[in-house]
């Protein structure tokens, strides 16, 4: 078991530019997540989905802010056109989805905007 | 809403030395509570969990017990190790599902 996969690892941009971070969660996961942490904020969660569908994007900071998943195995993370305020470390996490089930996350995207 | 409180850090303890991180929650109905480790450049992953009131969860050495009369599930070990050095947090799943809402995280460091 891989475990969930991000992309890249770490990620330094200037302002303006558009980034795109990608999440592989664990095969046979059918719910998906994306959190953004900061010293400031601490850990937030940005959007949920469930059997690829959005279900709760409440979290997303601004319309720069979209995430997608095409299918079960891939979802992307999009930010355009990224600010300063952006630089954080990027989560993906999967779970089985259901009451209680335990997350799974990945090691994170660096991300840095100049 | 839900929420998840936990004592700010960071905690500095010797090696050996008692453990002890405060979390505190509010929830409709009964939550799920749990507590994630993270260890440096790494993602969080699940420490321990307790379904339902006075579940005591454990694992490498931690507990906490579900104590729904205080709305608490606060995080013990007895001995610290060095490696124990992390940031810990604190979380509930409530009655919308497998969402989780996080406490703010407190960073243990175990010198030596």
């Known amino acids: 078991d891989a475990g969930v996969i991000q992309s890249p690892r770490h990620e330094v941009t200037e302002m303006g530019q558009e980034v795109t971070l990608r999440c592989k969660p664990i095969?046979?996961?059918?719910?998906l997540f994306w959190y953004r942490q900061t010293m400031m904020r601490g850990l937030e969660l940005l959007i949920y989905f469930n059997n690829n569908v959005p279900i709760d994007d409440s979290g997303m900071p601004e319309d720069r802010f979209s995430a997608k998943m095409p299918n079960a195995s891939f979802s992307t993370l999009k930010i355009q056109p990224s600010e300063p305020r952006d630089s954080a470390v990027y989560f993906c996490?999967?779970?089985?989805?259901?009451?209680?089930?335990?997350?799974?996350f990945g090691s994170g995207t660096q991300l840095s905007v100049l | 809403g839900d929420s998840v409180t936990q004592m700010e850090g960071p905690v500095t303890l010797s090696e050996e030395a008692f453990l002890t991180i405060n979390c505190t929650y509010t929830a409709t109905g009964y939550p799920s509570l749990f507590w994630y480790v993270q260890y440096p450049g790494e993602g969080l992953q699940l420490l321990l969990k307790a379904t339902k009131a006075d579940d005591k969860g454990s694992n490498k050495g931690f507990e906490a017990t579900y104590r729904k009369e205080t709305t608490s599930f606060h995080l013990e070990k007895g001995s610290v190790q060095v490696s124990d050095s992390a940031v810990y947090f604190c979380?509930?799943?409530?009655?919308?599902?497998?969402?989780?809402?996080f406490g703010g995280g407190t960073r243990l460091m175990v010198k030596p």
């Open positions: 979380a509930l799943s409530g009655d919308a599902g497998n969402m989780l809402t």
């Open positions: 095969s046979g996961h059918n719910s």
């Open positions: 996490a999967s779970s089985l989805g259901g009451y209680g089930e335990k997350l799974f």
